[in-house]
């Protein structure tokens, strides 16, 4: 691994709560968003920053490995710079685990919560220039537009609270270390920021101007909101890319594989328990196998078959994520980008539409491009309608882009 230059700030990532209000299963960072955790989102704007910084992800103890593994995908060849710890009680004691690890060169310090999952690069930059400029503590905020009542429990109004005082704050946080650590380690009652513990400590905090993307991802709504956020993002940069761009290309694929009772069934990148699996040298997932092979014609890279051979004990057994993931690396290496992917899956079981969604969220999360999942039976005709086995068909447009498009980050 590189060593890592000594860095001046440092960026401790908390990812540690449990995000009852989000209705999730797992820890809120965790949660998927576009395909893909909160947390990667929110380490996509870390490791945009201007400057390179130590970055310390705190997470759950039981999530620590997968916090590892999603921070270096996409830190990529900056993993040098990232560190993942145990979460502790509260808040303050997930800070205090992020700074017992921060390197002795690290000066200034930004605190960012990972359910401000669409927070810019620009403002982390931002905000540490403002520690730099002043020696001490600078959190971004938005002015508040809404009138402001003060109300008793009951509901009844007490008064209008003057509006221009207020501001809507945000994250990251960012302090002079030596403000920050010895703040949080006199801290005696829980607070809900880094920057009341400051405070609370006696030092000046001051806010700068905040990002509405900036906001925290806490309910459905939210994370809804999100969703449509990436979505247009998406659109925005597909329309700069296409301005360089020649004409999209445009690939078919089909694959054909037999039920096989021995094995489990894997199908649209999803296991499904109690199905009839399919045979074949892989995990036999004639939609992902479908999948690759569009991508491939368009690209005129050949076929699955030929690049995935049989005869490669590597892809033993192997799942369709993997076909997919290498798959849209040697798109991306020959000088394309996905547009999107449509796959029919041909049988009859499993029934596709209860995890319709899912099928489409997972596979649009791994080629980073909007895949649509379908399904059909032949009516009782031919080997599928005699409960023989699956076919799929995909088709996938492909955009060209210019040496300078190429090397476009598409995940969402």
Known sequence: MTEMPDPDVAVIVVAAGSGTRLGAAE?????????????????????????????????????MEAAGAIGAEVAGAASAHLEVVAGGDTRQDSVMHGLAVLRPSVRTVLVHDAARALTPASLFDLVVDGVVATGHGIIPGLAVVDTIKRVETDGTILGTVDRSELSAVQTPQGFPRDILDA????????VTDDAATVAAAGHVVSVVAGDPLAFKITTPWDLNRAELLLAGERVDVL???????SAPRVGTGIDV????????????????????????????????????????????????????GTADARFSGAH?????????????????????????????????????????????????APVSVSATTTDAL????????????????????????????WRA
């Not at 945009?48 to 705190?58: D, K, L, N, T, W």
């Not at 996905?338 to 009859?348: D, F, L």
């Open 382 to 409: 031919g080997f599928t309608g005699r409960g023989e086995g699956i076919a799929a068909i995909a088709t996938a447009v492909l955009l060209p882009v210019s040496t300078a498009g190429a090397h476009l980050n």
């Open 183 to 190: 703040a949080t380690i006199a801290a005696t009652d829980e």
């Open 257 to 308: 594989h037999a039920f096989d009772d021995e094995s489990p069934l894997w199908l649209a990148g999803l296991h499904w328990p109690g199905e009839r699996g399919l045979s074949g040298h892989s995990d036999g997932d004639a939609a992902s196998h479908a999948i690759c092979d569009a991508l491939l014609a368009a690209a005129g890279l050949g076929d699955i078959g030929g690049i995935f």
């Open 320 to 368: 369709g994520d993997v076909f997919l993931t290498e798959t849209l690396r040697l798109i991306q290496d020959a000088g394309f980008l996905v547009g999107n992917v449509s796959v029919q899956i041909i049988g009859n079981r499993p029934k596709l539409a209860p995890r319709r969604r899912e099928a489409e969220e997972l596979l649009s999360g791994i080629l980073s």
């Open 27 to 63: 820890p809120k960072a965790f949660a998927l968003l576009s395909g893909r955790p909160l947390l990667y989102h929110a380490l996509r704007g870390v490791f945009g920053m201007r400057e390179a910084a130590q970055v310390v992800v705190v997470a759950p103890t039981d999530w």
């Open 239 to 245: 329309a700069d890319t296409l301005a360089v761009a």
